[in-house]
């Protein structure tokens, strides 16, 4: 099985024959209080469970803060750019959604997480390629994952690798 690989070059043109594959895995970060309390703060989210420590402690069923949802899903762009997206032979590629995103097991203030990332589809569109990924991310030590993301991202047709 062909897997996209760090320091490897991948050509657009490559990417149906991985399709079904698994591109790769990203490197571990840790998501830390510091970093939960920057996120809280960006977007308004305030709720005790991921910023007042002494209380998540006491009454938190996981006895620690936790990060919000949407800061680990934040982590599948940096993930996929390590593990594909800058080894892609490309212009320009731009974010273009979710297909669908699932909170699965949420991730403890210190936790590390990773993505593993497989390659589910490519489509030629008149404007670009659309990339489909499904981003699992990780967690350290735990057996169920902390999401599962469709991803999509575009390819834009002007800056194709032939």
Known sequence: MKTASRGRRLALREMPSLVGSELGVSNWYVIDQAQIDMFAACTHDQRWIHVDVE???????????????????????????????????????????????????????????????????????????????????????????????MMLTMVEASRRSA
């Open 55 to 149: 209380r998540a402690r006491r009454e938190s069923p996981f006895g620690t803060t936790i990060a919000h949802g949407f800061l680990t899903l934040s982590m599948v762009a940096p993930t996929a750019t390590e593990v594909w997206i800058d080894a892609l032979e490309t212009g320009a590629i731009l974010n273009y959604g979710i297909e669908r995103a699932r909170f699965i097991n949420p991730v403890k203030a210190g936790g590390r997480i990773r993505n593993r990332i497989k390659l589910i589809a490519i489509d030629d569109r008149p404007h670009g390629t659309l990339v489909t990924t499904e981003n699992t991310i990780e967690i350290d030590g735990e057996m169920k994952p902390a999401l599962v993301a």
